[in-house]
């Protein structure tokens, strides 16, 4: 079975400091692709940025970042120089080749960036 | 501009009423879902269809319905046998053979309110 777990509800950062979201993930499957999203308050799902499991190297979209540890199964975020405008919702999802075009979600983490 | 609308942005029913969520896509994905997501949670499968005329029940399917009749359109009822029907409804596509791995982009949602 999939299976996503953020374990964070709620994060604290200074603006333009960094931070780091947590996400572990459960699958069996060798190929699976992990994703980050941000939802505003206004309720939009926003994509982030992409991780494959085949992937050697971390992937990177400006600001964010995903530090993939895929012995450990984790796929944390971290999001540098933090703005107030990053103040919301995150997930992490999972979507593994053997399971179609499923996507599994993490209950999110709120994170609040402080002026 | 492609992207996913969905309709109307606040819709409130009365108890006992069948209401009709409306979801189109112009990306010319293949794969469309609905997510419910309650307040402070994460989101929850409802269904989802990998091709026209095709779907497949999610996590929490009991009192909703959906159709596939076009590429672009995936409509979702909720119907009166459904206990809690107030959330926040989120329609989303993703493109893609189901041999490959690709990001989902989601609609603005629909918010729900049974009075």
């Known amino acids: 079975a999939q299976k996503i777990t953020q374990t964070q509800p709620g994060m604290f950062v200074q603006e333009k400091e960094a931070v780091t979201l947590d996400c572990t993930y459960d699958t069996s499957d060798p190929s699976y692709g992990l994703f980050w999203y941000k939802q505003p308050s206004s309720g939009e799902m926003i994509f982030l940025i992409y991780q494959g499991s085949y992937d050697q190297q971390n992937a990177t979209e400006g600001r964010y970042s995903l530090n993939f540890q895929k012995a450990r199964k984790s796929a944390n975020l971290v999001i540098s120089a933090s703005q107030l405008g990053d103040s919301a919702m995150y997930f992490c999802?999972?979507?593994?080749?053997?399971?179609?075009?499923?996507?599994?979600f993490g209950t999110g983490t709120s994170l609040t960036v402080i002026p | 501009d492609g992207g996913i609308t969905q309709s109307p942005k606040y819709l409130f029913r009365k108890e006992g009423q069948n209401v009709t969520l409306s979801c189109e896509q112009n990306l010319n994905h293949d794969a469309m879902y609905w997510y419910r997501q309650d307040p402070g949670q994460g989101l929850r499968l409802i269904y989802y269809?990998?091709?026209?005329?095709?779907?497949q029940k999610g996590d929490i399917a009991e009192g909703y319905s959906v159709s596939r009749e076009k590429k672009e359109s995936f409509p979702l009822t909720v119907t009166s046998a459904q206990k809690n029907p107030t959330a926040f409804y989120l329609c989303a596509s993703s493109g893609g053979a189901a041999t490959s791995i690709y990001e989902q982009y989601f609609g603005p949602g629909t918010r729900l309110t049974v009075l």
């Open positions: 999802a999972m979507r593994a080749i053997n399971t179609g075009n499923q996507f599994y």
């Open positions: 269809s990998q091709i026209v005329n095709d779907f």
